[in-house]
């Protein structure tokens, strides 16, 4: 779970340390107080995307730190552990945005990419948004949300690189078909070229080592005569250095029987002494070896200009030319695959089949899983005010299929609005779809393997009865995981384990978020703030009470 979240310079929060607890919590306070602020931080440690507006106004950087207690997520430590990091105990992540906009990531101080930060958030931080049903329109969102739902995604990879590798057999099929006297044209061109690479053997390693050679020899005079000059001030002359370090080394040395303060003087110029007689003999050893060769400077020349030739010829960088070679040689293969039309239709056969058979197994668990997923989210229909509303999820056939499978997936409801089961789009209101949405993420949360879940303003639009069901929906899932929740309800802020309200306050003409841990009194006053009104009254106050009792 969540153990401490430490924020730097983040938007409007300059310093904040925050520990966690386990269970259901929330976080309150006025609009634009800065609450969904500390959830964007959350975020950014775990690889969200980011740009300098991010960071406070007048800082440099902005820096998120959190800490996780690896005993609650297993498989972020297997992660760890695949990845040769440190596994024990606790995890730390820490995202470090530099104004600049480049951003670096770390975990448990080791410096990892953004996308493997990505990687291991996966299994420990589900985070809803409050735009969430609004995405829930969306047909690609809801196929995404079944099949992640099921942990389909394994299997959905699978199916999409069965459907490329068909597409690509049946384009080389068409090509093939329709243009054999262009494939033996364009297998005659690639043949040329690719003897011509091969003949070439050239590598990158070869045209580094080739240039830094060409470099010496072209300037071995230069480079004779600077270590020569070099050794006659450092060694040789009448008034070498080397001597001269010698003798002041040796004074010092002597002197310092009459002030020992001056030993740890002498000490550093022994040291210097005998740092200096490294130098020389490396340089000597350098001066022995470097010579003039014409002849091989000549060949060095001849071989750059060939290379550069041949790049200049197929408009690349010499480097590339080893990569242009293999791509050339498996284009011929597949151009010579080709001029074989009843293999190519074997291998379209085939390709087809593979596809039929990964989508068909998909289609069959995401039936399976649909069918779960109407029945939980129904159930939570009803104790969101939404009685007699049943949930549904559609497989629509797709004729050919295609890289997500053989259907297309619609959320629908029935009961609502008439008998007959419609697309969610159709039938739902603002207010229904807010709850319907709600209901989906509660048993998507259920089945989900992170310790962590966090709502981010996922009850807006509702109220009253409904919202007193919603917050005991998220304390019944808090006493199972850590549960994090955003929100301006306080029949929601009420049922929590623990509340933080965060407020602004001016710093030096400045803003800056801050947040504090209620309990007692305060808990109260900001319950009764939430539930309304001007002033706060006694009255006011005995609600909070009676709705902190509840809980």
């Given at each position: 779970m969540l153990c401490r979240l430490t924020i730097r310079d983040f938007v409007l929060v300059d310093r904040l340390e925050l520990d966690f607890q386990a269970g259901f919590g929330t976080l309150t306070g006025e609009t634009g107080a800065g609450k969904s602020i500390l959830v964007d931080a959350l975020a950014f440690a775990l690889g969200d995307r980011a740009d300098a507006s991010l960071i406070r106004a007048g800082s440099e950087r902005a820096e998120v730190n959190a800490e996780f207690d690896l005993a609650a997520a297993p498989a972020a430590a297997d992660w760890l552990r695949a990845h040769d990091l440190d596994a024990q105990g606790v995890l730390l992540l820490r995202r470090v945005l530099d104004a600049n906009g480049r951003s670096r990531a770390?975990?448990?101080?080791?410096?990892?990419?953004v996308q493997q930060l990505r990687e291991v958030a996966e299994s420990l931080v589900d985070i809803h948004g409050q735009h969430a049903h609004q995405s829930l329109l969306r047909s690609e969102a809801q196929r995404a949300l079944l099949d992640s739902h099921a942990a389909l995604e394994p299997l959905l990879a699978e199916v999409a690189g069965a459907w490329r590798q068909w597409r690509e057999a049946r384009t080389l099929l068409d090509a093939a078909s329709n243009g054999l006297e262009a494939l033996a044209i364009e297998r005659e061109q690639l043949s040329w070229q690719v003897r011509e690479l091969q003949t070439l053997g050239f590598s990158p390693e070869e045209?580094?080592?080739?240039?830094?050679?060409?470099?010496?020899?072209?300037?071995?005079?230069?480079?004779?005569?600077?270590?020569?000059?070099?050794?006659?001030?450092?060694?040789?002359?009448?008034?070498?250095?080397?001597?001269?370090?010698?003798?002041?080394?040796?004074?010092?040395?002597?002197?310092?029987?009459?002030?020992?303060?001056?030993?740890?003087?002498?000490?550093?110029?022994?040291?210097?002494?005998?740092?200096?007689?490294?130098?020389?003999?490396?340089?000597?050893?350098?001066?022995?070896?470097?010579?003039?060769?014409?002849?091989?400077?000549?060949?060095?020349?001849?071989?750059?200009?060939?290379?550069?030739?041949?790049?200049?010829?197929?408009?690349?960088?010499?480097?590339?030319?080893?990569?242009?070679?293999?791509?050339?040689?498996?284009?011929?293969?597949i151009v010579g695959q080709a001029a074989d039309i009843a293999a190519l239709e074997q291998r379209v056969a085939?390709?087809?089949?593979?596809?039929?058979?990964?989508?068909?197994?998909?289609?069959?668990?995401?039936?399976k899983a649909a069918a779960a997923l109407g029945r939980d989210v129904s159930q939570v229909m009803q104790q969101l005010a939404l009685g007699g509303g049943r949930f549904e999820v559609g497989l629509l056939p797709v004729d050919g299929g295609n890289a997500a499978g053989m259907e297309q997936i619609e959320f629908r409801i029935a009961g609502l609005a008439g008998s007959e089961p419609r697309s969610l789009a159709k039938v739902a209101s603002g207010g229904e779809l807010s709850r319907i949405s709600l209901a989906i993420q509660v048993v998507a949360s259920q089945a989900a393997r992170v310790p962590t879940l966090i709502f981010d303003e996922v009850d807006v639009g509702i109220g009253g009865g409904v919202a007193e069901v919603v917050g005991r929906l998220l304390r019944e899932l808090?006493?199972?995981?850590?549960?994090?929740?955003?929100?301006?309800?306080?029949?929601?802020?009420?049922?929590?384990?623990?509340?933080?309200?965060?407020?602004?306050?001016?710093?030096?003409?400045?803003?800056?978020?801050?947040?504090?841990?209620?309990?007692?009194?305060?808990?109260?006053?900001?319950?009764?703030?939430?539930?309304?009104?001007?002033?706060?009254?006694?009255?006011t106050r005995q609600h909070a009470r009676e709705m902190l009792k509840l809980s």
């Open positions: 770390y975990l448990n101080g080791s410096p990892v990419t045209w580094l080592a080739l240039n830094e050679e060409h470099q010496r020899l072209a300037h071995a005079a230069s480079l004779v005569e600077g270590a020569q000059s070099s050794l006659q001030v450092l060694a040789e002359g009448d008034s070498a250095c080397e001597a001269q370090v010698a003798g002041v080394a040796h004074r010092l040395q002597d002197l310092s029987e009459y002030d020992p303060a001056l030993s740890e003087i002498a000490a550093l110029v022994q040291s210097a002494q005998a740092e200096l007689a490294e130098a020389i003999s490396a340089l000597r050893r350098y001066a022995d070896r470097v010579e003039l060769d014409p002849q091989r400077l000549a060949e060095a020349e001849r071989r750059i200009d060939a290379v550069l030739g041949c790049a200049r010829k197929f408009r690349c960088s010499p480097v590339e030319l080893p990569a242009l070679l293999v791509r050339w040689q498996e284009r011929l293969t085939a390709a087809r089949a593979q596809y039929e058979q990964l989508a068909q197994q998909l289609s069959g668990q995401r039936a808090g006493a199972e995981r850590q549960v994090l929740c955003v929100t301006h309800l306080p029949q929601v802020a009420a049922r929590a384990n623990w509340q933080w309200q965060v407020s602004k306050v001016a710093v030096a003409d400045q803003l800056r978020s801050h947040v504090a841990t209620l309990t007692g009194e305060a808990r109260v006053e900001e319950i009764a703030r939430m539930l309304g009104g001007v002033e706060i009254t006694a009255i």
